[in-house]
């Protein structure tokens, strides 16, 4: 089982990015993926879940609006587009997978599956 992760990048304030998240020996529809970052001298955060709220998504407030999470189905994969990124939106992104899909936030301790990160850093 695992998530594999790729679209990192530098872009400037203001651009775009998509992070892919292959998953490999699940299917992830039996899952909520969730998305985190980590910021340099910070915790990581949990920013988004899908399939989460049985079937839902979730966004904070701090992305709600700029990102959104599609998925590919026949490729197993779930999308993270990020938009209107800013300064502030600079860190090391992953995702995961945990089972609990009546969660209504994306706890790191429900997480089971992760990948390996990737960076993504937004110049001003």
């Avoid at 998305?35 to 049985?54: T, Y």
Wanted: proline letters at 2%; aromatic letters at 14%; hydrophobic letters at 30%.
């Amino acid at each position: 089982v695992q998530l594999v992760e790729s679209g990192g990048g530098t872009v400037q304030s203001g651009g775009s990015l998509r992070l892919s998240c292959a998953a490999l020996g699940f299917t992830f529809d039996d899952y909520v993926i969730g998305w985190f970052r980590q910021a340099p001298g910070k915790e990581r955060e949990g920013i988004s879940c899908f399939g989460c709220r049985d079937g839902g998504t979730f966004y904070t407030n701090s992305v709600l609006g700029r990102f959104i999470i599609t998925s590919d189905s026949a490729k197993n994969t779930v999308f993270l587009h990020m938009n209107r990124l800013k300064p502030e939106d600079t860190a090391v992104y992953y995702c995961a997978a945990s089972k609990n899909r009546g969660s209504y936030y994306p706890f790191e301790d429900e997480y089971e599956y992760w990948g390996q990160g990737t960076q993504v850093t937004v110049s001003s």
